[in-house]
Each structure stands twice: as C-alpha cells, then as structure tokens.
T-cell receptor, first 113, second 115 residues
Framework: QQQVKQSPQSLIVQKGGIPIINCAYE??????FPWYQQFPGKGPALLIA?????SEKKEGRFTISFNKSAKQFSLHIMDSQPGDSATYFC????????????FGQGTRLTINP | DAGVTQSPTHLIKTRGQHVTLRCSPI?????VSWYQQVLGQGPQFIFQ???????GRGNFPDRFSARQFPNYSSELNVNALLLGDSALYLC??????????????FGSGTRLTVV
C-alpha cells in the first residue's frame, strides 16, 4: 500500500516531442504528489507538485495530470529539449506523522537533438 | 544562499566498519530527513528529525541511527556495514516537517561504497 509504481523505466524522445511518464499509487491517504528531476551526481530537485483536489497543474513546459479515481498521475514535458535529459521520479506523501516521501522507481529520459 | 550541504561527497568503507555521514540544512530549516538511494532505484526514507527529535523512521535495521544537533545539522550513522549498504545517501531539509506543497530541498548526497 505504500508503493508508488512508475513507468516506463526508460524513455527516448526526439527534441520537441512530448515525453509522458506515468505513476500509480495504492494508498488513498496520500495527498501530495511531487515530481523530482535528478541529474547524475546530484540530488533530486523538485519540479512540480499537485494535490488531489485538482486534475491538472502546469508550470512552464511541465504538466501534471491527476486522476484520483484511478489513483494515477502523469508528467508531460512539452517541447522537450536535450537539457531535459535526466532521471525523473514521481513521489507521494500523506499526513501520517512524518512527511516522508514514497518514491517511484524512476524513469531515465533521453531527449535526442 | 547555501543549499543543503553533505559531507563527505564520496567514501569507501570495508564490510563491518562504521560510517558517519553529515548534513547541514539550509539556513532557517529545522527539519532534516535522510534517504537511501540504491543505484537504479528511487530514494527510500530512513529518518526524519525536527527540533532534535526523531519524527519518523523508515524500514531500516537498527544498524542505522541518526541525530540532530542544536544548530539543526544532522548525522547519519551506520554500523556493521554490509555490501548492500552501498548507495547514495541523501539529506533533505525543510522548514518544518509538514511542508505541504513545497517539498524538501535535497543535497547532492554522499556516495558510500562498501567493499
């Protein structure tokens, strides 16, 4: 129930394409769903986050779509650039004492020029 | 402004040894969390500390321990190292534990290799 399942494991997209990364969760107590971007040798950096009371959130070229009934959420990257090549993690947390984040397995995204 | 600072950046230890990893949070942040990231996987929660008290513990053995100091910096200690402890250890700081939509700020981590 504490798992967050992420797919695909890896993704290759041409520049300008729209990569889509999907995540699914089981625990209905989760109420905060962030996406993190991680470059080699660096820690994860918060990209965008959403609460379950909205179905979509956009920040720049990044969009989260959220389907509460299906317990799924996804990240879309518009007009992708080679600089977006990184590993992306979805995560979830809930009000259960410590605000721990439960992370997905990660998606290694490559944007080809 | 300095971000989350972790030291050392890399270290190599032998099985059975003990290791101490250090973390300095962003100035003004009072909560520190530790995560373990095994190669090819997402980070896993180890501990959270706030105001020098443990606020949460993940599913890790008692060989793992941590503490937070009055200046809010933190140490993660791992005893009797196993090969499986090889990982990137991440520290994340936040103003308070319940940070709502703002999340954590992660450091760049300490890469621990156990041989």
């Amino acid at each position: 129930q504490q798992q967050v399942k992420q797919s695909p494991q890896s993704l290759i997209v041409q520049k300008g394409g729209i990569p889509i990364i999907n995540c699914a969760y089981e625990n209905t107590a989760f109420d905060y769903f962030p996406w993190y971007q991680q470059f080699p040798g660096k820690g994860p950096a918060l990209l965008i986050a959403i609460r379950p009371d909205v179905s979509e959130k956009k920040e720049g070229r990044f969009t989260i779509s959220f389907n509460k009934s299906a317990k799924q959420f996804s990240l879309h990257i518009m007009d992708s650039q080679p600089g977006d090549s990184a590993t992306y993690f979805c995560a979830a947390s809930g009000i259960q004492g410590a605000q721990k984040l439960v992370f997905g397995q990660g998606t290694r995204l490559t944007i080809n020029p | 402004d300095a971000g989350v600072t972790q030291s050392p950046t890399h270290l190599i230890k032998t099985r059975g040894q003990h290791v101490t990893l250090r973390c300095s949070p962003i100035s003004g942040h009072k909560s520190v969390s530790w995560y373990q990231q095994v190669l090819g996987q997402g980070p896993q929660f180890i501990f959270q500390y706030y105001e020098k008290e443990e606020r949460g513990r993940g599913n890790f053995p008692d060989r793992f321990s941590a503490r937070q100091f009055p200046n809010y910096s933190s140490e993660l200690n791992v005893n009797a190292l196993l090969l499986g402890d090889s990982a990137l250890y991440l520290c994340a700081s936040s103003l308070i534990p319940a940070t709502g939509g703002y999340g954590y700020t992660f450091g760049s981590g300490t890469r621990l290799t156990v041989v």
